[in-house]
Nanobody
Framework: QVQLVESGGGLVQAGDSLRLSCAAS????????MGWFRQAPGKEREFVAA????????FIRNSVKGRFISSRDNAKNTVYLQMNSLKTEDTAVYYC????????????????WGQGTQVTVSS
């Protein structure tokens, strides 16, 4: 059983940056592919980014490519989502998740989820 706790969300202005963290504990969390998802009000949860356990595979959705970067520190059992040049459309609850599947891209591929952290970007 893996427990995930996100942090780092908040209220920022458009153009600002935030770094989300996701601390993992339990199980062999360092061997999982870690993903980030987000869900805006009235919308379905969508995939944002994923990074394999060794960091050799990363994937970022097109709408945030060039602005968001995922990384991980297995020694700290923590994954990060650096978000730069934030836009109002990035406003959402952001979730991290862990998957035993290397190429996990959809929510159904993920076995464990955090509680989410709110990111609000004002204009």
């Amino acid at each position: 059983q893996v427990q995930l706790v996100e942090s780092g969300g908040g209220l920022v202005q458009a153009g600002d940056s935030l770094r989300l963290s996701c601390a993992a504990s339990g199980g062999t969390s360092s061997t999982y592919t870690m993903g980030w998802f987000r869900q805006a009000p009235g919308k379905e949860r969508e995939f944002v980014a994923a990074i394999s356990w060794g960091g050799d595979m990363t994937f970022i959705r097109n709408s945030v490519k060039g602005r968001f970067i995922s990384s991980r520190d297995n020694a700290k059992n923590t994954v990060y989502l650096q978000m730069n040049s934030l836009k109002t459309e990035d406003t959402a609850v952001y979730y991290c998740a862990a998957s035993g599947s290397y190429y996990a891209r959809v929510s159904g591929d993920y076995d464990y989820w955090g509680q989410g952290t709110q990111v609000t970007v004002s204009s």
